[in-house]
């Protein structure tokens, strides 16, 4: 059965300057009501092989991007493109730009990720000092992540700025 670290303390194991990243992966469009098909989409990428070519290994990213008023967002799940490759043939990319992020490990099974991240939105940060800022939030798997059993744990970023 996952685990729930709900009742752990909510920190960031770190907030600082993260450097920019280039992901190359699948993209899609969901919204709320719709993110709970994001696990589709993985195996959509997970059929294609894990395109390798010019990529950074053993590190798979699940990115949150041009999220809208209404709620919809574009999500891309991939791995990093080393420094001037050539994106893999069926790949599009995502820019995670440089800047302050609020970085969350969690050592939970990956169906709780929603809940992880509704915690951090609505628990972290309205008491911490920070508001978010222009950028996509961005998942991290690891090497210690296994993605045919969801264990091993996993990160969230989150784009900060000081609370004004």
């Not at 997970?46 to 699940?62: F, K, L």
């Not at 995670?96 to 969350?104: I, L």
């Amino acid at each position: 059965m996952p685990q729930d670290s709900s009742a752990e303390t909510l920190k960031p194991v770190r907030v600082g300057r993260l450097g920019k990243r280039v992901i190359a992966g699948i993209d899609g469009t969901y919204d709320f009501e719709t993110r709970a098909a994001i696990p589709t989409q993985w195996a959509n990428y997970t059929a294609m092989g894990y395109p390798r070519d010019g990529m950074v290994e053993d590190e798979y990213y699940g990115v949150s991007h041009d999220i809208r008023p209404s709620g919809e967002f574009g999500y891309i799940c991939g791995m990093q493109l080393q420094k001037d490759a050539a994106v893999p043939l069926g790949l599009t990319t995502q820019i995670v730009p440089a800047g302050n992020y609020a970085k969350f490990r969690f050592s939970n099974h990956i169906s709780t990720i929603g809940r992880q991240m509704d915690r951090v939105m609505n628990v972290w940060l309205p008491g911490s000092g920070y508001q978010m800022a222009d950028g996509p939030v961005v998942e991290f798997y690891g090497p210690d992540f296994n993605g045919r059993t969801g264990e091993g744990g996993f990160e969230l970023w989150l784009p900060v700025r000081k609370r004004s």
